[in-house]
């Protein structure tokens, strides 16, 4: 057992290898020994026949000789083993072809589920398989949640990054993910691992059991895994680069104008100041650093199910099934919430307001001093005790942004529950054809569980309060049991019974999800028809999928504003669609064994589908391979794909949220000193008054307010991919395989929106600020009370970011692998490897009249996620006998700078002395390189690994905290791309009998 387990590790040593591109037939597609299934006993013999299922990512055709025209990452259980991996996500984002998309390291902006972004091109554009079949979406994008994958079955990871939409339909614009599981898995196997940082926190459990055997001599097989996960937070206050917010302009300490004690916006003296810790009023502003409270990594809890089997009911007829449950809660906690940005209704006489203050709003509101004194002084409301109107009683509009940090953090518990099943017949028609008919049903609901927010409809009137006669405070309107609420003290003065009346009441939201796939398919080759020695290998076959998903949230959930602080409303949705497809691949060996031609081939591939929401679409791949001497071969593929909107994009409702900007055009003294752009502010909504006198703020902690929505009119988007390749086996250097491909894709029609910054770019620094000419200024609808683009979002559409069929994108690049593997001694053997993308371009264009933006190798609030222009993995691996092994992962991120484009809309980043961190450049990034080793040691029936990942404990690039977008850009640095946790420690314990 132990040999057999180390010469498996010393052949796929590096696991990060493009198997499929290799020109080694077996090296290519050999299923391995535990991928053979047993079907009828031969006639002349008691044993068993064993015929070889085989699994072809981005092919329908079942060819063991099968060598793909399309590059194929091949990621071997070795891998994740070395790396002891929890979750799919946490080894996919580090892949050179793909981008950090949502994940374990996104805390403000993360849904309760982890997806795969293939080359930078959206999470939408790729297809998550299971044994080459879809599995169950989270929500309303069809998106699949890497988190319930069950690694503890995966025998391998196939990455095909390019278009794949004629073999697995819409979705696969810019790859596929195809896990697949160990089909014929005998014994039984337990593993425990667990892992720590050297800060001591980012702790990780793992306990998994997988049991498997044959059975009926042979002729069936099952398999039964089951699992548990555990993941504690880190706080970004536990590490010294993350403790204080910075600000990415600024350089200096910086937060949240939303703060203890509160600030406040109109109408006071200077248009701004800060509540005092006496209750007076001054214009100096301190903010409030929110970065301690706030998570490096989200808390992670999962439970999970996987079973499989086949029985061979009748001689060349074999019924199979495969079951997948998960139980998953994600949690994620942001800083205290408070009153935030939100117009408030107040009064002069609230026993809570200072004099310092009610001054202050007299000055603001231009009272005078009897004025001021005698709405001050009345214990009484609107109306007297008589029932007639109060001529002194004062009330008017602001805005008190005050931290409650008494109430605590604001926590969000997304709970999963999932199910995915699969069942099939599938035989022999003949010697070399075959049939398949299967059909998927699955289930997926997460379920939203927040507190911590305030609900306005009770924040509003506890802060209409008078005297209540005897000290206290009392609401105006005191139905619904108002209580009132203090929030203008210094921390620690929230009275506790406001709070809880305010704070203590929790919000739910219910995604649900169903998929139902019914798949027919014929594969075999034409026996002796045939062009070349090697017959004609085909597949046809059809499909029908369906897909419904629904949003349920309770009342306050729905309402605009209603959850302050909470982002945007979550109204319901429900919506489905389903589609018909019919699709046929040929591969044709065209020559073979001919001078030159050692090995001539073609493939070629249809499909046609039918969405019930989106018409109807053609999609096709035409590609080749010619290998003029054994050891080296040229391929080449073409693809029309094509992508199909999804639910949310279809029937999401108009919805208005959050999104990122460090300055607003129309901030402070710009409009005073232009009168121009000081008429385009007050077209957009800014009040006259607060433009004119500089007035306008810049956006509270880097965020303003985007209105988004479905659009129930959009088309399929459309996407030629391309790519071509070499590989090189040498005969003279045993054990070397080198692969080299370029790729293209371009994607017309796409379904998009624009940017913050196309739209911020397109109305104040086109040329044209004329409100009624300039289309990009129309999207834009400010806040009726202070100008600024932030506020409550039943009054604030903010940034208008409407979906479309009209936009394009753009990426190439060239992807590259090395793979050494050789025996030095009779004891010694060494693996090497190397995979590695140089992404030339990823640009994208909103609409036609919009310009390009290239988001490679830069960094700004629209470019999302980073993506270096060159990543590459490189894994160096030396065995010692057949028990201890040494491996050590190079990773390696190329350096990237800000968005030119975002220089030129905000200004260049700080650079020169930060207060916290000396001499600082936030415009750029250098290159990154992180070492991860790991050992492993095995005496039978027990292998050990252990790994340090971040070997030299290297620390994330601070570049501050409002250069980036939320999701990605937190506590001073980007926790996806960058290792925020430092040096981890972990063991594994993996015991098989």
Known sequence: ???????????????????????????????????????????????????????????????????????????????????????????????????????????????????????????????????????????????????????????????????????????????????????????????????????????????????????????????????YQKQDPVYQGDRDFSEFNVGSFSGEASGSSNAVPAVIVGPVPGGAGQITQDRGFTNDLTLFNFNPFNIFQTPFDRFNIFGSARYELVPEVEFYTQGAFSKQTVSTIIA??????????????????????????????????????????????????????NPDYVEFDTQVRRRTVEAGTRNSDFTTTLFNYVAGFRGDITDNISWDIYGTYGESERIQRQGGFARFSRLQPALLAIPDGSGGAQCIDQSGGCIPLDIFGPGGSLNADGADYVFGLTQQVINQATIKTVNASITGDFGDFRVAEEPIAFAIGAEYREFTATRISDEASQTPGEVVGGGGAAPDVDGSYDVKDLYGELYIPLLAGTPGFEELTLELGARYSDYSTAGTEFTWKAGGSWTPFYGATVRGNFQKAARAPNIGELFLPVVTGLDNLANDP????????????????????????????????????????????????????????????????????????????????????????????????????????????????????????????????????????????????????????????????????????????????????????????????????????????????????????????????????DGVEQEPRDIAENGEAFVGNSPLFGDVDFTQIDSFSYFDLSMQYAVEPVTLTFTVQNLFDKKPPIVGSDIGSTAYNSGNTYPSTYDAIGRRYGVTAKLRF
């Not at 091109?121 to 994008?141: C, H, I, M, Y």
Request: aromatic content about 8%.
């Open 1 to 227: 057992m132990t040999k057999s387990i180390f010469r498996a590790a010393l052949r796929t040593s590096t696991a990060l290898v493009a198997a499929t591109a290799v020109v080694a037939p077996a090296l290519a597609q050999d299923a391995g020994e535990d991928e053979t299934i047993t079907t009828a006993p031969d006639a002349l013999s008691d044993a068993p026949v064993t015929r070889d299922v085989i699994v072809v990512t981005g092919s329908r055709i079942s060819n063991p000789n099968l060598e793909l025209t399309s590059p194929v990452t091949v990621i071997g259980e070795e891998e994740l083993a070395y790396r002891q991996t929890n979750t799919a996500e946490q080894f996919i984002r580090e892949l050179p072809g793909a981008v950090p998309s949502i994940g374990s390291a996104v805390n403000n902006g993360n849904g309760g589920a982890s997806f795969v972004n293939l080359r930078g091109l959206g999470s939408v554009r790729n297809l998550v398989l299971l044994d080459g079949r879809r599995f169950v979406p989270a929500d309303t994008t069809g998106r699949v949640d890497l988190n319930s994958i069950p690694l503890a079955v995966i025998e391998r990871t196939d990455i095909l990054t390019g278009g794949a939409t004629t073999t697995y339909g819409a979705d696969a614009v810019a790859g596929v993910v195809n896990f697949i599981t160990k089909d014929d898995f005998e014994g039984a196997e337990l593993v425990g691992n667990m892992q720590i940082a050297e800060e001591g926190d980012a702790k990780t459990y793992r306990l998994e059991g997988t049991i498997g055997a044959n059975f009926d001599d042979g002729r069936g097989n099952a398999v039964f895994s089951i699992g």
């Open 336 to 389: 205290p919430g408070g009153s935030f940005f939100n117009t408030y209704r107040l009064n002069l006489n609230n026993p809570f307001l200072g004099d310092g203050l009610v001054d202050a709003f007299c000055e603001g509101l231009g009272l005078t001093a009897a004025e001021c004194a005698a709405g001050r002084s009345t214990e009484f409301g609107p109306t007297l005790a008589d029932g007639s109107t």
């Open 666 to 893: 129309c901030q402070l003294d710009a409009p005073v000193n232009d009168s121009a752009l000081a008429a385009l502010c007050i077209a957009q909504g800014a009040p006259a008054a607060v433009v004119n006198a500089g007035g306008i703020l810049a956006p509270a902690a880097g965020q303003i307010n985007i209105t988004t929505g479905g659009n129930p009119d959009l088309g399929t988007e459309e996407a030629t991919t391309w790519s071509v390749g070499l590989l090189l086996q040498p005969e003279f250097v045993p054990g070397l395989a080198l692969t080299v491909d370029y790729f293209n894709i371009e994607i017309t029609d796409a379904i998009s929106s624009p940017t913050v910054g196309d739209i911020i770019q397109g109305c104040y620094f086109g040329g044209d600020l004329n409100y009624s000419t300039n289309d990009f200024c129309q999207l834009i609808e400010r806040n009726p009370f202070t100008g600024g683009l932030d506020g409550s979002p039943d009054s604030t559409p903010g940034v208008i970011l409407q979906q479309s069929n009209l936009g394009t994108l753009k990426t190439d690049g060239i992807d590259a692998t090395v793979n050494y593997d050789s025996q030095l001694t009779d004891t010694v053997g060494l693996g090497l490897s190397f995979t590695g993308t140089w992404t030339f371009k990823n640009e994208f264009q909103s609409t036609p009249d919009a310009q390009f933006r290239d988001c490679v190798g830069f960094y700004s609030v629209n470019c999302g996620s980073i993506q270096p222009e060159f990543v590459f993995n490189q894994r160096t691996t030396l065995f010692f006998g057949e028990s201890l092994n040494a491996s050590l992962l190079w990773r390696f991120l």
